[in-house]
């Protein structure tokens, strides 16, 4: 059975800390894709990033970054001089690579981060 | 060029119920999940359709259904309402096939049930 496990609830730091959210899955499969979702309060969950399986390359977008250790099955993100506007829940993902990419998606219980300024 | 749309955007039911939700695909998109997440947690995957027919589903009772339409767009139903199925009702789309793109989501609807 696939599984994703977000152990940090709520994480609280001051502005311009860098702040890394913890991701943990279990998965059968060979193939897959990991992601990691934004939650405002508005609701809408806002993609930031889908890995597959085979890339296990760090990457870094701006002030985000992402470690992807198959060896561990941990796909962490992390945000460096965190700001007000990061505040929100974050959720890691994890799907089967069927139909490309547009399989059902596993969310862990995600991670509420709060940026005190 | 217009995201994913939901409506109606927040809905209130009484026990016993059935309800419908409706969803927009993004622009260029075949796919429609959708997904119910309770206050405080991840979202569940409920089911997808492609062409028109369900693809894959969650576990989820058959009070839930859906329905896609020529054009893509999708609707949700939820017969015999329960209390503890007041949660967020998220839609996503997707483009299926080898250029195959991540799931969009849209804002929602916030059905309450009493």
């Known amino acids: 059975a696939q599984k994703v496990t977000q152990a940090q609830t709520e994480i609280s730091v001051v502005e311009k800390e860098d702040v890394t959210l913890d991701c943990v899955y279990e998965t059968r499969d060979t193939t897959y894709y990991l992601f990691w979702y934004k939650q405002p309060p508005s609701g809408e969950l806002v993609f930031l990033i889908r890995?597959?399986?085979?890339?296990?390359q760090n990457e870094i977008s701006g002030r985000y970054s992402w470690n992807f250790q198959k060896s561990t099955s941990s796909f962490n993100f992390t945000i460096t001089a965190s700001q007000v506007v990061d505040s929100a829940v974050y959720f890691c993902?994890?799907?089967?690579?069927?139909?490309?990419?547009?399989?059902?998606?596993?969310f862990g219980s995600g991670t509420r981060l709060s940026i005190r300024p | 060029d217009a995201g994913v749309t939901q409506s109606p955007t927040h809905l209130i039911k009484t026990r016993g119920q059935q309800v419908t939700l409706r969803c927009s695909p993004k622009?260029?998109?075949?796919?429609v999940s959708w997904y119910q997440q309770a206050l405080g947690q991840g979202p569940q995957f409920i089911f997808q359709y492609y062409e028109e027919e369900e693809r894959q589903r969650g576990n989820f009772p058959d009070r839930f259904s859906g329905h896609q339409f020529p054009n893509y767009s999708s609707e949700l139903n939820v017969n015999a309402l329960l209390l503890g199925d007041s949660a967020l009702y998220l839609c996503?789309?997707?483009?299926?096939?080898?250029?195959?793109?991540?799931?969009?989501f849209g804002q929602g609807t916030r059905l309450t049930v009493v």
């Open positions: 890995r597959n399986s085979f890339d296990e």
């Open positions: 996503a789309s997707s483009l299926t096939g080898w250029a195959g793109t991540e799931a969009f």
């Open positions: 993902a994890l799907s089967e690579q069927r139909y490309s990419s547009a399989s059902k998606i596993i």
């Open positions: 622009s260029g998109h075949d796919t």
